[in-house]
């Protein structure tokens, strides 16, 4: 029997037990082939990918990949993703929120107050401003630093007068935004590893991390949402980010080399060598190698306060960042129902050729075809009987 007709048999065998399956291919198995063992010599395993049309939300139901909160309108997670902006129910800050700072309050009201038109003459209404004009700067911060003293920057009196810092409105309102943004950038309020994403909707839903997906005018909403960590996800933030990102970063690449797709390798940052690793098959080998080299080579972090600092922060959002692409890409993969089962049908050939179903081993829940497609070629190949 020549090969042409040893392949028609096969591919004849495989149509035969892909139209005699208990439970429905997936579409995508247009795009995948049926991937068939002959385990004896009249049984056969024959394994596909199906639809998992009861999947579960990861980012509702799993630990350890975050949650992802939606400004949509039939959104229920609305108060969540305020709280993790520092917003309140009106979606405008939450400026009240700075008055649980004061020391940062005080800062950024002193500074408005004594520049401020009403304060400067309220103070020249009130007290004995110096005649002399390059003086006045430091005698109006002097008031504003006395005014919030001995108001203790609340809802009482100056002195005998009956004055309060929210009498100087301008001022208050500029404090109080400019307080809030550096509350918010230092993650005083809000959540400080959120990750702000972008939604693209058009035949299909696609999360990604601002500024990173698709950009259309018409059909991506920028800052629709935002992901946070949950207690698993902010133990690998830091875990990452400051022993190992602090130091570079695993990078992905596309294309092939050798003809060999290996996309991941770490670089480390100029400040630390700038050293460029050899390239790696997957994400793991990859940070693992890296954590090997910092250790090896005992890298430190700067002895400064400042620039030590800096490196953790940066590795930080490094960390979340990378680990929010993750979680998005799996809840796109939820959203769009590219979610399967692996089954194995297991058929008996007689002596005619036909094929029997015997009986179906199916496992379900693998987001993403092509690791579902990985999964059921490693467990057929596991397969001995």
Sequence with gaps: MNTQTVQEQSSELADMMEERVDIERSPMMDYHDAIIKKVSDTKYLFGYLADDQDAENPLTEWDGVGRIYSAHRDSNTHSELQEALGLDSDWEPDLGLTHDFPAVLRKHWIAAAADDSDFQQWCRDEGRPPQDESKLAAYYLDKAKRFWRETGGCDQVYYNVDMEISDFGTATDLAEVAAHEELLEAGKIGDVDRVVLDCYQHSGVAWSVSGE???????????????????????????????????????????????????????????????????????????????????????????KKSEREACIERGRTRARIEIARGSVELYNDYLNGNVFGIVIATFEVGEDGEPVHIEDDSVWGFYGNDDAYQSLKEEIAARDN
């Design 213 to 303: 997906g698709m950009q259309c005018r018409f059909d991506t909403a920028s800052g629709a949402g935002v992901w946070v960590p949950d207690d698993c996800t902010r133990e690998e933030i830091q875990r990452r980010g400051e022993k190992v990102y602090a130091f570079g970063s695993v990078v992905e690449l596309r294309g092939l080399m050798g003809g060999k797709r290996l996309p991941f390798l770490y670089k480390l940052d100029d400040q630390f060598g700038g050293v460029e690793s050899m390239r790696f098959e997957t994400w793991s080998e990859a940070f693992e190698a890296f954590q090997g080299y910092i250790k090896h080579h005992k890298l430190r972090l700067p002895k």
